[in-house]
């Protein structure tokens, strides 16, 4: 299975600017998973949003493929 083949249904995104960057969390409420992310502020809301939810499905998947292996 891919990371890509995670499906999320909702995420909810927050921005913060702290100093010279932004950082962005992504929540699944579903699962309960969180991740941060920081970036340059150049990037796009639209941009961090979808890097964002790329980045907590594979963190999602990751744990996944590891309780399959246990």
């Not at 921005?15 to 920081?38: L, N, S």
């Not at 340059?40 to 961090?48: E, F, I, K, R």
């Not at 964002?52 to 499905?57: D, G, N, S, V």
């Amino acid at each position: 299975m891919e990371y890509k083949n995670v499906k999320l249904r909702r995420v909810y995104f927050e921005f913060h600017q702290v100093g010279r960057a932004r950082k962005c969390v992504a929540i699944d409420p579903i699962t309960g998973r969180e991740i941060t992310m920081v970036c340059a502020p150049g990037y796009s809301v639209s941009t961090l949003k979808k890097m964002a939810a790329r980045k907590l499905a594979y963190v999602i998947w990751k744990e996944r493929e590891k309780r399959r292996q246990t």
